[in-house]
């Protein structure tokens, strides 16, 4: 079975430009969530979907992230413009929703460098 | 103070040795709890949950104390292969159920 998928695995880019990321969940799971991590501040969660809608983007660190779950097998954070400072790397991750054991599977993650 | 904290290690250790780690969590109404193992430059996976009355699964043991808020993890018999990073986690509910992840522990085994 396929598990998360994300793409691109590396992104190199320059500041100011607009960094897309994108995720497709495990099939059947309804909740969604964006993570970033960093060696200083650990896996911080940026936003989580349910049933493809946002319930909580207060992770979001600022305008310059957006993101959108415009059907249940893909969502994308967007990023723009870009700054060194959002060089990290972003993991998306999928569940089901009320699941007991509550466990959250990753995908391999995308590795952002802003130059 | 960080919702859930961890002693970032790293925890260098021989085969064979048995090594703990701790972690602490600051909301009190947090409801469950989980160990989460991150190898170098992949993504997390779950390890175990902990449960109130500590459960076992092979060489390693959680344990949990709610009175003081601390969470742990015991691993028996180190393995090279279980050198990684053990990230705490909790479930929190703010409106909806949230994981909060500390920043890990990193483990070290060697021959």
């Known amino acids: 079975d396929a598990g998360v998928i994300q793409s691109p695995r590396h992104e190199v880019t320059e500041m100011g430009q607009e960094v897309t990321l994108r995720c497709k969940p495990i099939?059947?799971?309804?909740?969604l969530f964006w993570y970033r991590q960093t060696m200083m501040r650990g896996l911080e969660l940026l936003i989580y979907f349910n049933n493809n809608v946002p319930i909580d983007d207060s992770g979001m660190p600022e305008d310059r992230f957006s993101a959108k779950m415009p059907n249940a097998s893909f969502s994308t954070l967007k990023i723009q413009p870009s700054e060194p400072r959002d060089s990290a790397v972003y993991f998306c991750a999928s569940r089901i929703a009320g699941a007991p054991s509550n466990e959250q599977f990753f995908g391999p993650g995308t590795r952002l460098t802003v130059l | 103070r960080k919702e859930v904290e961890q002693d970032p290690g790293p925890f260098n250790v021989p085969e064979g040795a048995t090594v703990a780690f701790n972690c602490t969590y600051s909301?009190?109404?947090?409801?469950?709890f989980f160990w989460y193992r991150q190898d170098c430059r992949k993504e997390p996976k779950l390890l175990m949950s902990v449960y109130s009355s500590g459960n076992e699964d092979g060489r390693f043991t959680a344990q949990l104390n709610r009175a003081s808020q601390y969470i742990s993890l015991l691993i028996r018999d180190s393995k090279l292969s279980d050198s990684a990073t053990y990230l705490c986690v909790v479930l929190m509910n703010t409106g909806f159920q949230k994981l909060v992840f500390g920043t890990g522990t990193r483990l070290l085994v060697s021959p």
């Open positions: 909301n009190s109404a947090s409801q469950s």
């Open positions: 099939s059947g799971h309804n909740s």
